[in-house]
T-cell receptor, first 114, second 114 residues
C-alpha cells in the first residue's frame, strides 16, 4: 500500500518567495497533520485536519503560513513570503480517523530558504 | 505546555548489545507511541501502547506503558547496525484541549558500532 506522499522532497528558494508543499494522505485516512522539524525545536505540530476541516492551527507560526485540504486526498502548506528561519523539514502525517492515535508520516520536504 | 523528557539523548553501543531508552511526562497519557526515524526519512511507527502496564513486542523491540501512565520505555535486544537512527516517543494526553494531538519527545540518537 502507498504510504503518505509528499512533494517536493527538497525545495530551495530565496527569501520572499512563495513556497507550496504538498501532501497526499494514506487512502481512507481522514485526519491529516502538518509538522515542522528542526534541530533546535524538534517536531512541532503546525496544524491538523479532520475530514478536511482544520481542527487546531495553534501551531502555525504566523500569518505567512497557511494550509488547506480541499479534499480527502490532498493538502497543501503554503509559506508566503518565505524567510530563512522557515528552513526546516516539513512532514505530513495521516491517521485513520478521529479517536485513533497512530499517525503515519510521509518522507518529508526539506526546505531551504536563502 | 506538556513536555516529554526522553533519555538518553544519545547512545553509542556495540553491535549485539541491548538498548534501553525511556520517556517521562508531567501529565497522564492514555497512549504511548514509539517511532524510529532514519536519516532523510520520516518517522516510522514501531509500537503503540494503550493500557497502563501493557508490554508489547515487535521483533527485537519491546515497549511498556508505565503503571503511573506518565512514562514508557523501549528496549532493543541484540542490536544490529540497521538499528541506527533517532527514536522518538510520543504521547496522547488523557484529556483537556489537546485531544487528537501527539506530544513528541526530543529523541534518542542511537549509534551502533559493528
Amino acid at each position: 500500500d502507498a504510504g503518505v506522499i509528499q512533494s517536493p522532497r527538497h525545495e530551495v528558494t530565496e527569501m520572499g518567495q512563495e513556497v507550496t508543499l504538498r501532501c497526499k494522505p494514506i487512502s481512507g485516512h481522514n485526519s491529516l497533520f502538518w509538522y515542522r522539524q528542526t534541530m533546535m525545536r524538534g517536531l512541532e505540530l503546525l496544524i491538523y485536519f479532520n475530514n478536511n476541516v482544520p481542527i487546531d492551527d495553534s501551531g502555525m507560526p504566523e500569518d505567512r503560513f497557511s494550509a488547506k485540504m480541499p479534499n480527502a486526498s490532498f493538502s497543501t502548506l503554503k509559506i508566503q513570503p518565505s524567510e530563512p528561519r522557515d528552513s526546516a523539514v516539513y512532514f505530513c502525517a495521516s491517521r485513520l480517523r478521529d479517536g485513533t492515535y497512530e499517525q503515519y508520516f510521509g518522507p518529508g520536504t526539506r526546505l531551504t530558504v536563502t | 505546555g506538556q513536555q516529554l523528557n526522553q533519555s538518553p539523548q544519545s547512545m553509542f553501543i556495540q553491535e549485539g548489545e541491548d538498548v534501553s531508552m525511556n520517556c517521562t511526562s508531567s501529565s497522564i497519557f492514555n497512549t504511548w507511541l514509539w517511532y524510529k526515524q532514519d536519516p532523510g526519512e520520516g518517522p516510522v511507527l514501531l509500537i503503540a501502547l494503550y493500557k497502563a502496564g501493557e508490554l508489547t513486542s515487535n521483533g527485537r523491540l519491546t515497549a511498556q506503558f508505565g503503571i503511573t501512565r506518565k512514562d514508557s520505555f523501549l528496549n532493543i535486544s541484540a542490536s544490529i547496525p540497521s538499528d541506527v537512527g533517532i527514536y522518538f516517543c510520543a504521547g496522547q494526553n488523557a484529556g483537556g484541549t489537546s485531544y487528537g494531538k501527539l506530544t513528541f519527545g526530543q529523541g534518542t540518537i542511537l549509534t551502533v558500532h559493528p
